[in-house]
């Protein structure tokens, strides 16, 4: 499985990206998508996740209401859009891919494929 994640910027603050995730190697349909995301200095942090099997959705609190994932099973691609974006959502942000369950979908141990990152950066 590989994953290229893409669409990262510089923007600013309340303004949009969309990240997009692109999947290759397995069938797409049966792979659960996590977003992560790491800022400089601090942990890596889950931001958002979609089950394949219900297309159930999960965000991390300080996102909700401002970050939407949706997938493209067609062009096996995962995105991540995000609004009203603030200076503290700027971070490396990750794609991750596993077949599993995603019990955890917070834990990024959860997840055996990861993308390369995409840098976001917003400015005040």
């Known amino acids: 499985v590989q994953l290229q994640a893409s669409g990262g910027g510089l923007v600013q603050a309340g303004g949009s990206l969309r990240l997009s995730c692109a999947f290759s190697g397995r069938t797409f349909r049966i792979y659960s998508l996590g977003w992560f995301r790491q800022a400089p200095g601090k942990e890596r942090e889950f931001v958002a996740a979609?089950?394949?099997?219900?297309?159930?959705?999960y965000y991390q609190d300080s996102v909700k209401g401002r970050f939407t994932v949706s997938r493209d099973n067609a062009k096996n691609t995962e995105y991540l859009q995000m609004n009203v974006l603030q200076p503290e959502d700027t971070a490396v942000y990750y794609c991750?891919?596993?077949?599993?369950?995603?019990?955890?979908?917070?834990?990024?141990?959860?997840?055996?494929?990861w993308g390369q990152g995409t840098q976001v950066t917003v400015s005040s």
């Open positions: 979609r089950k394949w099997n219900d297309g159930s959705t």
């Open positions: 991750a891919a596993d077949p599993g369950s995603l019990r955890n979908y917070r834990n990024g141990y959860e997840y055996a494929y």
